[in-house]
């Protein structure tokens, strides 16, 4: 048998014939030579199937499973079972890697063997374009860093956008659920990925090497194997929940000692720790209201909120809370955030004026709504 190949790309494919030749040419032009590439054709109507088979016969790192429809995660439960790789890289057959994708997450690998190794992705063709001229650029970081940006960055949620090691995902028998990833039924990806970063990190605050270009263009497909998106949806409010603000305090005094520079990283994680604390306050300061409990000003005007409206100053990243913080009146805050909740048009309202107010701030592009 062939010697084995370092990565192993899975490409599960359904129904895809007018965008699979733009993920086939970008399989084909990688810079980086040891790699397998297991086209999974999970019984695609169309031409689908038999262009995995032309394009195998002309490349030999390529080769092509034939199954009758199951699904993404059966698609990418088959690619897994077929891997001979020691890492693995999933993509989307209607997505596609920059030319110097495997070669940049190899060296990174290798360069930090310890850590969780992902990339950015984008939706737009431009940005994918411009990036591939782009040298390597990675930051080692940590998972409470990045935690707070997984919401946009999806670090921690999709499986495409990471470098998985095969040996645990063989010796703890690790596959997609295949009640997961059809369409309307999506998850597979978050529930594999944790699975996977559980079994495979005993400390929950591993080390995370972050390559921060765009070496995946993710296209948004209505007719993909599940027909979702990665977006977060919009669900109905929280419910309000007892002693919530002392429960916030201290897992972000916990969060500021276990990572000393939690803001001192990328700019965009640290505006969405920010981001994410202020709204969270919110949401205990009007959780106390309707529940009836006091809640004096020195239960949330504490040094933790005090260093994240400092962060937003320094950097000047506009984030709708600072002012309603800033001016410290519980009511407002209260008041903003069940406007915010409702998506009410005084929500939006007051925002605009914040913005004005706060004139040359900047709002990273994920936050706008």
Same mark, same amino acid.
């Given at each position: 048998?062939? !010697?084995?190949? $370092?990565?192993?790309?899975?490409?599960?494919?359904y129904?895809?014939?007018?965008?699979?030749?733009?993920?086939?040419?970008?399989?084909?032009?990688?810079?980086f030579?040891?790699?397998?590439?297991?086209?999974?054709?999970d019984?695609s109507p169309?031409?689908?199937?038999?262009?995995?088979?032309?394009?195998?016969?002309?490349?030999?790192?390529?080769?092509?499973?034939? !199954?009758?429809?199951?699904g993404?995660?059966?698609?990418?439960?088959?690619?897994? #079972?077929?891997?001979?790789?020691?890492?693995?890289?999933?993509?989307?057959?209607?997505?596609?890697?920059? @030319?110097?994708?495997?070669?940049?997450?190899?060296?990174?690998?290798?360069e930090? /063997?310890?850590?969780?190794?992902?990339?950015?992705?984008?939706?737009? @063709?431009?940005?994918?374009?411009?990036?591939?001229?782009?040298?390597?650029?990675?930051?080692?970081?940590?998972?409470?860093?990045?935690?707070?940006?997984?919401? +946009?960055?999806?670090a *921690?949620?999709?499986?495409?956008?990471?470098?998985?090691?095969?040996?645990?995902?063989?010796?703890?028998?690790?596959?997609?659920?295949?009640?997961?990833?059809?369409?309307?039924?999506?998850?597979?990806?978050?529930? *594999?990925?944790?699975?996977?970063?559980?079994?495979?990190?005993?400390?929950?605050?591993? /080390?995370?090497?972050?390559?921060?270009?765009?070496?995946?263009?993710? +296209?948004?497909?209505?007719?993909?194997?599940?027909?979702?998106?990665?977006?977060?949806?919009?669900?109905?409010? #929280? /419910?309000?929940? /007892?002693n919530?603000?002392?429960?916030?305090?201290a897992?972000?005094?916990?969060k500021?000692?276990?990572?000393?520079?939690?803001?001192?990283?990328?700019?965009?994680?640290?505006?969405?720790?920010v981001?994410? +604390?202020?709204?969270?306050?919110?949401?205990?300061?009007?959780?106390?209201?309707?529940?009836?409990?006091?809640l004096?000003?020195?239960?949330?005007?504490?040094?933790?909120?005090?260093?994240?409206?400092? +962060?937003?100053?320094?950097?000047?990243?506009f984030?709708?809370?600072?002012?309603?913080?800033?001016?410290?009146?519980?009511?407002?805050?209260r008041?903003?955030?069940?406007? #915010?909740?409702?998506?009410?048009?005084?929500?939006?309202?007051? !925002? $605009?004026?914040f913005?004005?107010?706060?004139?040359g701030?900047?709002? @990273?592009?994920?936050? !706008?709504?």
């Amino acid at each position: 048998m062939d !010697k084995a190949p $370092l990565i192993s790309v899975i490409v599960p494919v359904y129904n895809v014939a007018a965008r699979l030749p733009a993920c086939l040419a970008g399989i084909r032009g990688q810079t980086f030579a040891d790699f397998e590439c297991i086209l999974v054709d999970d019984g695609s109507p169309d031409r689908s199937g038999a262009m995995c088979d032309e394009f195998a016969a002309s490349f030999p790192a390529a080769r092509v499973i034939h !199954k009758a429809n199951g699904g993404l995660s059966s698609a990418r439960n088959a690619g897994l #079972d077929a891997a001979r790789g020691r890492y693995v890289v999933f993509l989307d057959a209607d997505d596609e890697l920059a @030319p110097r994708a495997l070669e940049y997450i190899a060296q990174v690998q290798e360069e930090a /063997p310890d850590a969780l190794v992902w990339w950015d992705h984008t939706r737009s @063709p431009e940005a994918f374009e411009q990036g591939k001229s782009v040298p390597l650029r990675w930051e080692r970081t940590s998972r409470v860093a990045q935690e707070p940006a997984s919401d +946009y960055t999806l670090a *921690f949620v999709a499986a495409w956008n990471k470098l998985f090691v095969m040996d645990p995902i063989r010796r703890h028998d690790l596959r997609f659920d295949l009640r997961l990833g059809h369409a309307g039924v999506p998850g597979e990806d978050n529930k *594999f990925s944790r699975e996977y970063l559980d079994c495979v990190y005993a400390d929950k605050n591993f /080390p995370v090497a972050h390559i921060q270009l765009p070496l995946y263009h993710y +296209y948004l497909n209505p007719c993909s194997l599940t027909g979702a998106t990665p977006t977060r949806q919009i669900d109905e409010p #929280d /419910p309000p929940e /007892p002693n919530y603000c002392a429960r916030l305090q201290a897992e972000y005094e916990e969060k500021l000692r276990v990572a000393p520079d939690l803001l001192a990283g990328e700019p965009f994680a640290a505006a969405c720790t920010v981001r994410i +604390y202020l709204r969270s306050l919110a949401f205990a300061v009007w959780s106390a209201h309707q529940l009836g409990e006091h809640l004096a000003r020195q239960d949330w005007d504490t040094p933790v909120t005090r260093t994240m409206l400092d +962060y937003c100053r320094g950097q000047r990243i506009f984030v709708p809370y600072y002012l309603p913080f800033r001016l410290g009146s519980a009511a407002f805050i209260r008041r903003f955030y069940d406007w #915010d909740i409702h998506r009410s048009a005084w929500f939006f309202r007051f !925002k $605009l004026l914040f913005k004005l107010l706060l004139r040359g701030w900047k709002e @990273p592009p994920a936050f !706008k709504e």
